[in-house]
């Protein structure tokens, strides 16, 4: 189920469905369905036009990643949960490298949570997918050249996806509140999964995108395009979450 779900979700994202209607367009320009084919040329090309067009890419990712305020006054708790993100192991490159940039602001927030409390333990999800190491070592490898205390990381290795971090989780913490560090367009299924499960995250949201550039090159741009992915990938994991009772 879980590969199902992961590759269906690929084929329902803004560039798959936009070379599908390219796609449609081109086997009928060569079916002689001219009509037809001008129609998905015509909607393939608005499709990719508006996506990357700066206001809309912000209209559809703000109300994830709205859901939660930025954790700027921390409160005391023993745990800090930073979710798991990608990485590829490379011993070439520095850590820093190996892990994409989403991981790298995730656990950069959860570091510096963590060292605004006292005594408190930071944990990392991720496993390793198709990569050797488990994703929750290589944020332990960031955490300790960081500074932090190897003492008071701990790994979780066996989560695939958010709902299993949260279990996972809960064997550890339990019901005492506790700080989630993930990116803001994640946070909202985050929590509503966890809360589901009988936990008690207080969101402390980051990599937010949703935010307006300046400069002519930004109005329409790839950029524009990875933040509807991304929604994309959040509304369709809220779907998915709510047909099979998980929030």
Do not use: C
């Not at 560090?181 to 909202?188: E, F, G, W, Y």
């Amino acid at each position: 189920m879980f590969f199902f779900k992961k590759i269906v979700s690929a084929f329902l994202l803004p560039i798959p469905i936009g070379l599908f209607l390219l796609l449609l367009a081109f086997y009928f320009l060569l079916t002689n369905s001219y009509t037809k084919a001008k129609v998905f040329l015509s909607l393939g090309f608005l499709w990719f036009v508006l996506l990357s067009f700066q206001p809309i890419s912000n209209a559809i990712i703000n109300p994830l990643e709205n859901s939660h305020k930025a954790l700027l006054n921390i409160p005391k708790v023993e745990y800090v949960l930073v979710l798991g993100s990608g990485h590829h192991t490379n011993e070439n490159l520095s850590i820093t490298s190996q892990l994409r940039g989403v991981a790298i602001v995730r656990i950069n927030e959860g570091i510096r949570v963590y060292k605004t409390l006292e005594n408190a333990n930071i944990i990392f999800s991720g496993y390793k997918g198709f990569d050797k190491n488990y994703h929750s070592f290589m944020a332990k490898e960031l955490a300790l050249s960081l500074g932090v205390n190897k003492d008071k990381i701990i790994k979780l290795d066996k989560p695939v996806d958010t709902r299993h971090e949260a279990i996972e989780a809960k064997k550890i913490i339990g019901t005492k509140p506790f700080i989630l560090v993930t990116s803001a367009s994640h946070m909202k299924r985050s929590i509503l999964l966890f809360k589901k499960l009988g936990l008690n995250p207080i969101a402390a949201p980051t990599y937010h995108l949703a935010y307006e550039s300046k400069g002519y090159n930004t109005i329409f741009s790839s950029e524009n395009l990875y933040k509807v992915k991304v929604a994309f990938h959040e509304y369709l994991g809220l779907i998915w979450s709510y047909i099979r009772g998980y929030i």
